[in-house]
């Protein structure tokens, strides 16, 4: 079974500063990691994925993970963020042989200030 | 990539109706999923709708209170009944190509209150 810990409910941030958003899995069995985003009042988007290969992986609107095997970590960064980059993220993995099906974070509140 | 719509986008219903929340797709996919959002929760998964066949529940929920139809390649239906309190959430949709793309795609939602 697999498990997801982001630490951190909510994250304030100026605008234009950079930020990262920490997630670590739990699993018996090699993973897929992913990052959601959900902007208000609407569904999900995926911002990013990690499948296999290269462990730095560059998503959509200037985010990027990188894939810590030794410490079970997926963290997203982005170097500056915008007033729009306000949303909830979700860390999400799903195991090698459980394909498709995801397991999520409880989310992490990215609250951008101007 | 997919254009997923769900109907309705919000209700309000007393305890002890059912509501049947359609979701559409605009291309035939492998799999469908519906999940559960509860205020100012993570999403849980609750079943995975499979086309032609009984859909496949997660731990903690059963076909008698979530009951789920796909009777096609494009479309499907999630029941929640004999609703109560407990209930109110936001129920989503997804969707997955498959062929080892591994990428879920979301519905907009369907934000459900219980009085």
């Known amino acids: 079974a697999q498990s997801v810990t982001q630490l951190d409910s909510q994250v304030p941030v100026f605008e234009e500063a950079p930020v990262e958003l920490r997630c670590n899995y739990s699993?018996?069995?090699?993973?897929?990691l992913f990052w959601y985003v959900q902007y208000p009042n609407q569904g999900l988007q995926l911002l990013l994925k990690?499948?296999?290969?290269?462990?730095l992986v560059k998503g959509i609107n200037g985010f990027e993970a990188e894939f810590n095997k030794s410490q079970t970590s997926f963290h997203l960064r982005k170097p500056s963020v915008h007033i729009s980059d306000t949303a909830e993220y979700f860390c999400?993995?799903?195991?090698?042989?459980?394909?498709?099906?995801?397991?999520f974070g409880t989310g992490t509140l990215l609250a951008v200030q101007p | 990539s997919a254009v997923i719509s769900q109907k309705p986008s919000r209700d309000i219903c007393q305890r002890g109706t059912s509501l049947t929340i359609q979701c559409q797709v605009d291309s035939q996919v492998t799999m469908m999923f519906w999940y559960r959002q509860q205020p100012g929760q993570s999403l849980t998964l609750i079943a995975t709708?499979?086309?032609?066949?009984?859909?496949?529940?997660e731990s903690g929920f059963v076909i008698d209170k979530f009951p789920i139809s796909r009777p096609n390649l494009t479309f499907s239906t999630l029941t929640v009944s004999n609703m109560s309190p407990e209930d109110s959430s936001i129920y989503l949709c997804?969707?997955?190509f498959g062929q080892g793309i591994y990428e879920q795609y979301f519905g907009p939602g369907t934000r459900l209150t219980v009085t």
């Open positions: 999400a993995v799903s195991g090698w042989g459980a394909t498709n099906k995801l397991i």
């Open positions: 699993s018996s069995v090699s993973v897929y």
């Open positions: 997804s969707v997955d």
């Open positions: 709708a499979n086309q032609g066949s009984e859909a496949t529940y």
């Open positions: 990690y499948l296999s290969g290269s462990t």
